[in-house]
């Protein structure tokens, strides 16, 4: 039994050691990204990069930049959500924010170990930069009022289930109105 345990701990070291080898592996340069000044309220889908936004990025991000596209339930790990601004690909401190340079080189090279692929191939520097103008707005938007906002799932606490793959049930008329009435209210 202890042998299972030494192996299972070696794997998991060694996936966390591969882990921040690839990340600590250089990138080439890129080339300097014209930057994107959007100003705040300005709606992601008004801006030119819209329709790239819409053509590579929505399948995963979805259409209000919240992580929660068609195609998301399927990838692990779950895609980004735009809207919380908290971008783990960047080259600033903790707590400060990306640069667009930094936002740039994700859409171009990509995010390992994630379902995230490089775009650097078939989109020139213009086009980088209209999809960082997109990313940009959607934290600058407000949070939408979207139904089932901030209620938490229905899971009992003691629950020792496995973690499901694909989506989620839906939940019963019932449940989701009780869920709503007890849910603390929104962030602002």
């Known amino acids: ?17 591969a882990t921040v080898v690839a990340e600590a592996a250089p990138r080439p340069p890129s080339p300097p ?5 959007v100003a705040p309220r300005v709606a992601a889908r008004d801006l030119p990069g819209w329709r790239l936004y819409d053509q590579r990025c929505l399948p995963c991000h979805g259409a209000a930049g919240d992580g929660h596209g068609p195609a998301a339930p399927w990838l692990w790990p779950r895609p980004r959500d735009l809207t919380a601004a908290a971008y783990k690909w960047r080259s600033t401190d903790l707590g400060d924010d990306a640069t667009d ?33 997109v990313v940009r707005a959607f934290a600058a938007e407000p949070a939408p009022a979207a139904a089932g906002y901030g209620v ?23 449940t989701a109105s009780a869920a709503t009435a007890t849910a603390p209210p929104p962030p602002s």
Do not use: K, N, Q, Y
């Not at 990204?33 to 000044?37: L, N, R």
């Not at 936002?103 to 692929?117: K, N, V």
């Not at 799932?153 to 989620?168: F, Q, V």
């Open 1 to 17: 039994m202890r042998s299972i345990h030494a192996v299972a701990a070696a794997l998991v070291a060694s996936a966390a050691l």
């Open 101 to 133: 340079a930094d936002l740039a080189d994700t859409i171009r090279w990509g995010a390992p170990g994630t379902a995230m692929p490089g775009f650097g191939a078939t989109l020139d520097d213009d086009d980088v930069a209209a999809l960082v103008a």
């Open 152 to 174: 938490a799932p229905a899971t009992p606490a003691t629950s020792t289930a496995a973690p499901r793959s694909g989506p989620a049930p839906a939940a019963s008329a019932a």
């Open 33 to 37: 990204v014209a930057t994107a000044t």
